[in-house]
């Protein structure tokens, strides 16, 4: 699946439009003109419009420059060209004088399809529509329709959320009205194929020569230590740790090294599996080149979970076991539980909004294509701002804004294509450069009626993984840019993002977190902090990471790291995870350099 965003930055000027036109319903016991009314109810006709901006004609917005993306199809975010796919879950809040307290019950309006607004005014017309006297402005909410190509419980294409209070029509209290990242994989309990793999890696940690454990032979006992070390569970990587320890092992003759490799190629599925798997090899050796059983391969990619979110921890007494919860695997490194992994949310759109109302039917001129401010403001059109018993026409004086905030992200290799790990070795990506194939976003919360973060003492913390893209590749020329949808983050709030990448090299390579094995997925992790911009950033306006209605755009550079002996080498790949830290903490080492900007100006370039 791919998507992509609008590459235009996000501002009112491009935002869905609310109009609302009330037109009176007759009846024969009531004069032509004027409004049924059911005791303070006014019975009329509501028409929502859209503006040309957000329909996809003559489109032009504050950046219309476009790139190509790594996301073919322009439907996601509504991109410059055919943007508006139509709305759904459209729901209506009417309230007098506080926004917070509602007047009357919520009204639910049928889905707009992209095709079905009128022409000139782009408008759809519902009829029967009830609203009370006194209501003085509307609680708008609404979101994208999904695109046909999504199947469903997948929403990597369209995003998701789910809406709290949207669907009762009368008794929501407003202040309870929330919106929820979701869970890719809802559940605390290990997989059979997590568990087996820990199985696996235990089973070898436990080989034996001649009645002498691993952990106590002389030969062998530091290759013991940096194995059970290990806390990567995912297919992928527990493969490429057990590869590394059979090139290892093979060339020696030493009992231990001679067991181990015996215990590699002989290990069954009956060994680490709590049901008969049968006597099939769990680790097929193919001259050398060593791989995975169907029953322990494709974990946790076939959950559509990153890589790094599989972990295993050491016990004395249990060996490995996998991971679901949250974990400290070291002093610096602690994991998120699986659940927390969420898709990115949907295009949601949310205004609160006074209304301009008029006695008079206005419906020519709803129907023009001016601007929309232009037609709420003249006081000719509308002069009162509230409903009454003669109130014929009323709008909704802001547009339908869009709730979520979009980073636009890049990402280069920096001095060509030689870079260094974290022992000083030489690693030399592929002509293309590192794969890229997903982004994690920390940080993530639970948003409110307004669609700000909700920051209590009780609320979860999450993280978004994108793995939509294709063709994406960390290159000294860049990437090209991926577009993901995010919720709000708080005011002056750090937020951590980690880009997965697969170590297509040849060769495995030494990160902040032990072997990048061959093939394997690895993270690297950039760190995003609004105070830290050099212009733009404003202690009242433009100071969250991601704001409703903003693109944050982020450049990444891979820097090549030092060629001294003396240095660390903690930068760049020296500072790759072979398992995802938990993104909401601070003890984490960073593997950028960081270049990103917002609209309206702010810029950051950071060192890492």
Known sequence: ???????????????????????????????????????????????????????????????????????????????????????????????????????????????????????????????????????????????????????????????????????????TDINTISFTPVSINASSVPSNKAQYLANLLTEIAKTN??????????????????????????????????????????????????????????????????????????????????????????????????????VVKWNNNTGFQPVMGSSTISESISTLEIPRYVYMPNLWYQVTSPLKTSSIDQTKVMTTNKDWSEIVNDVDNFPNTSVTTTTKTIAMQQPLRYAVGRMDLTIKLANGNVLYDKAGNVVTPNAKGFEVTGIIIGGQKAVDQDFNPITDSNSKQYAIYDNSMSNMYASS?????????????????????????????????????????????????????????????????????FKQDYITTVKLTIPQNSTEESENHETGLGNAYNVLPDLSKSLISFGFSVDPSWQSGLYFEVEL
């Open 209 to 310: 020569a001649n009645g002498v454990s691993w952990s106590n032979d002389e030969n062998e006992k530091t290759a013991y230590y940096n194995f059970i070390k290990n806390a990567a569970g995912s297919s992928k990587t527990v493969l490429g740790l057990i590869q590394e320890l059979y090139d290892n092992m093979k060339s020696k003759s030493n009992a231990m090294s001679v067991a181990l490799i015996n215990k590699i190629n002989t290990v069954t599925l009956n060994d680490v599996q709590d049901i008969n798997g049968g006597s099939y090899p769990c680790i097929t050796n193919n001259n050398g080149i060593l791989s995975l059983h169907s029953d322990l391969d494709n974990y946790p990619t076939e959950l559509n979970l990153p890589d790094g979110a599989a």
């Open 1 to 171: 699946m791919r998507k992509t965003f609008i590459t235009s930055t996000l501002s009112g000027a491009i935002a869905i439009a609310a109009a609302i036109h009330l037109t009176a319903c007759q009846s024969n016991d009531i004069a032509p003109d004027t409004p049924v009314q059911q005791n303070d109810l006014v019975n009329t006709s509501l028409a929502i419009s859209i503006p040309q901006n957000a329909a996809g004609k003559n489109y032009k917005g504050l950046n219309s420059t476009t790139k190509v993306s790594s996301r073919a199809s322009q439907e996601i975010v509504q991109g410059a060209d055919n943007q508006f796919r139509g709305l759904s879950n459209i729901v209506l809040i009417p309230y007098s004088t506080d926004s917070t307290q509602r007047n009357g019950a919520n009204i639910t309006l049928e889905d707009i399809n992209k095709n079905q607004l009128s022409s000139g005014s782009l408008a759809k017309v519902y009829d029967n529509i009830l609203l009370s006297v006194g209501t003085a402005g509307i609680r708008a909410y609404a979101h994208a329709k999904d695109t046909t190509e999504a199947l469903e419980g997948y929403h990597f294409t369209n995003g998701t959320l789910t809406a709290t209070g949207l669907d009762d029509e009368a008794n």
């Open 477 to 545: 020329n860049g990437s090209d840019t991926n577009y993901t949808l995010t919720l709000p983050s708080a005011a002056e709030e750090v937020v951590n993002i980690a880009i997965e990448l697969i170590n297509n090299t040849g060769q495995n390579f030494e990160g902040a977190t032990g072997i990048i094995p061959n093939g394997g997925k690895f993270y690297l992790i950039a760190n995003l902090n609004p105070p830290a911009a050099k212009s733009g950033y404003t202690a009242n306006e433009l100071n969250q990471v």
